[in-house]
């Protein structure tokens, strides 16, 4: 799937604010819908305090974290897969990240209108996920328009595979006219391979962002609860954010001038932090390690990748040529305090092709070509 993560939500929910701060790129943003209409890119470095502490210990010339994209898509509102509001091109927009972050207005402010005229976060939640299960019906419907001609066809590959497929966008028409989105019906890895295809918005994983005021940072907002509750019956997560409040936090110049206002908010790091990691984690992306005196580096492999796929990250000549991976997990370098120590407590080990990276590893490839 694609390895960004798509910030979704109503008009004036907070999006671009949040994006602005996130990335500290200005995003076009105002007191009106449509006001963002070509999505926003940011890459954002993933805040990894092992990173820093690697570095405590291993002294490097240079340190590189690790990094995830995020994309700003324009406000939807009710009829937006009719294409009202451009929902059509925001739609798209939609289709092509990994995972959406869906930001729900949880404040209160008579300053910033609401498209609907009032703060209901459910309602806003259920204008959105309506449109995208509208969107993907009509996506389903049309697949289901070429399996007619398929089923007749007289390549027999061809009919067996529309054959196998006909109950299941018929599971899925149903499940989506219930309101209830792709990602929750129950597939197997094959089925799921044989609808990959109509790139479905619905299937994509879901995390809710609070857009809260200051008061609410506390976790006293209601609408935060309700989110909250609603996240929890689709087993989705939710991050608290002031946007307002890390607008301000991304404005100051120096990290001393950021520790200086987290610590008048009471606040242990900028609630974007969380936001990222979340995204990252998210679109199912982990993070290894590599150590030594000239660099110092994070760097992001898929869940479940063996060794070799993850030397491939640094370079496909690692992968071609793998021979074995020394490694260690960094946990094992903070306990020991340093890599003289974990080679003498008897954590290093060698791996060879058939290891699966864990989150966490320092790795040394060794590869021939």
């Known amino acids: 799937m694609p390895l960004n993560v798509g910030i979704v939500g109503l008009p004036n ?36 305090e092992r ?7 291993i002294p490097t010339e240079k340190v590189i ?3 995830v994209e995020f994309v700003d898509i324009a406000g939807l509102v009710r009829g937006a897969s009719k294409g009202e509001g451009r929902g059509n091109q925001f739609l798209a927009h939609i289709r092509e990240t990994g995972i959406i972050a869906h930001v729900v207005r949880c404040f209160d402010d008579d300053d910033v209108t609401h498209v609907d005229g009032s703060i209901d976060p459910i309602r806003d939640i259920e204008t959105i ?9 009509e996506t389903v419907s049309r697949r289901g328009d070429r399996l007619e001609k398929e089923l007749k066809s007289h390549d027999k590959k061809i009919a067996a595979t529309a054959k196998a497929l006909q109950p299941i966008l018929a599971t899925l028409t149903e499940h989506l006219q219930d309101g209830r989105p792709a990602r929750s019906l129950e597939l197997t ?15 994509k994983p879901v995390l809710y962002v609070c857009n809260v005021d200051e008061s609410g940072m506390d976790g006293s907002s209601r609408y935060e609860e309700l989110v909250t509750a609603h996240a929890a019956e689709q087993g989705a997560e939710v991050v608290r954010i002031c946007g307002q409040l890390e607008a301000e936090i991304a404005a100051l110049e120096t990290e001393e001038e950021r520790r200086a206002f987290l610590d ?16 990252y984690r998210g679109l199912g992306m982990r993070t290894f390690f ?25 370079h496909t000549d690692f992968q071609k040529g793998f021979i074995r991976a020394e490694t260690y997990h960094i946990d094992d370098l903070f306990t020991y305090g340093s890599e003289q120590k974990v080679r003498e407590a008897g954590k290093l080990r060698q791996e060879g092709k058939e290891y699966r990276v864990k989150d966490g590893d320092v790795m040394f490839f060794k590869f021939n070509v």
């Open 129 to 137: 996920d309506i449109e995208l299960a509208l969107a993907d019906l």
């Open 65 to 67: 974290p690790t990094v």
């Open 290 to 314: 590599t150590a030594g005196p000239k660099e110092n580096r994070a760097w992001t492999f898929h869940e479940g990748a063996t060794a070799p796929e993850a030397a491939g990250v640094i």
């Open 264 to 279: 008048d908010a009471g606040l242990q790091e900028p609630g974007l932090a969380q936001l990222i990691r979340s995204g």
């Open 189 to 203: 890895p094959d089925q799921h391979a044989m609808i990959y295809d109509l790139h479905l918005l619905t299937v």
């Open 13 to 48: 929910v907070g999006k671009s604010t949040i994006f602005s701060a996130l990335t500290s790129v200005p995003a076009e943003a105002a007191n009106y819908p449509f006001c963002t209409i070509d999505p926003n890119v940011g890459i954002v470095p993933v805040p990894d």
């Open 51 to 57: 990173l820093q502490r690697l570095t405590a210990i």
